[in-house]
T-cell receptor, first 109, second 116 residues
Framework: GQNIDQPTEMTATEGAIVQINCTYQTSGFNGLFWYQQHAGEAPTFLSYNVLDGLEEKGRFSSFLSRSKGYSYLLLKELQMKDSASYLCAVRDSNYQLIWGAGTKLIIKP | DVKVTQSSRYLVKRTGEKVFLECVQDMDHENMFWYRQDPGLGLRLIYFSYDVKMKEKGDIPEGYSVSREKKERFSLILESASTNQTSMYLC???????????????FGAGSRLTVL
């Protein structure tokens, strides 16, 4: 079967760095996405990786290793507004998205 | 900015009632999707549509149907609501075909349905 694993919950301190991991086993691979979802709100797109390596976008970076079935989202200089759930999703060989259950990130002052 | 608007944020219905969830997008996106989101589970695809009057079953279509009479509107219908359909329902849209680049999804804010 197809599977996306990510930690259920993480806690970090304001101003620090946090890495949220995502491992996947899917039928084929056509890209990996990270979305951010604040409580009670719509998920919003953060990043897309289709080739191995690091994609940097301001305070957020996303890394992909296709051979290891692994990605991480790196958040630097954490702010209180970064408290949210982070959803990892992989597009499979049929171009359908398989979603992880999400990681709830709690930022403490 | 692309906007995806879901007509109802919160609904409470009784078992057996017919439920309509409406979704409208304003950026001429071709693709529209309905997901449900439950605690501890990833988003699960109910139905999707790549064109007007076209629909495809997702992973969990049982108990649901959809309608896409106009490009901008995609409706989810629960013919006879059951308690196990209590959930958050998310509508999303995207531009172009599934194989064209990132094809990012834009989501609505969600409709939280409670079936008593």
């Amino acid at each position: 079967g197809q599977n996306i694993d990510q930690p259920t919950e993480m806690t970090a301190t304001e101003g620090a760095i946090v890495q949220i991991n995502c491992t996947y086993q899917t039928s084929g691979f056509n890209g990996l996405f990270w979305y951010q979802q604040h409580a009670g709100e719509a998920p919003t797109f953060l990043s897309y990786n289709v080739l191995d390596g690091l994609e940097e976008k301001g305070r957020f970076s996303s890394f992909l290793s296709r051979s290891k079935g692994y990605s991480y989202l790196l958040l630097k200089e954490l702010q209180m507004k970064d408290s949210a759930s982070y959803l990892c999703a992989v597009r499979d060989s049929n171009y359908q998205l398989i979603w992880g259950a999400g990681t709830k990130l709690i930022i403490k002052p | 900015d692309v906007k995806v608007t879901q007509s109802s944020r919160y609904l409470v219905k009784r078992t057996g009632e017919k439920v309509f969830l409406e979704c409208v997008q304003d950026m001429d996106h071709e693709n529209m999707f309905w997901y449900r989101q439950d605690p501890g589970l990833g988003l699960r695809l109910i139905y999707f549509s790549y064109d007007v009057k076209m629909k495809e079953k997702g992973d969990i279509p049982e108990g649901y149907s959809v309608s896409r009479e106009k490009k901008e509107r995609f409706s989810l219908i629960l013919e006879s609501a059951s308690t196990n359909q209590t959930s958050m329902y998310l509508c999303a849209s995207s531009l172009g075909t599934s194989s064209s680049g990132a094809n990012v999804l834009t989501f609505g804010a969600g409709s939280r349905l409670t079936v008593l």
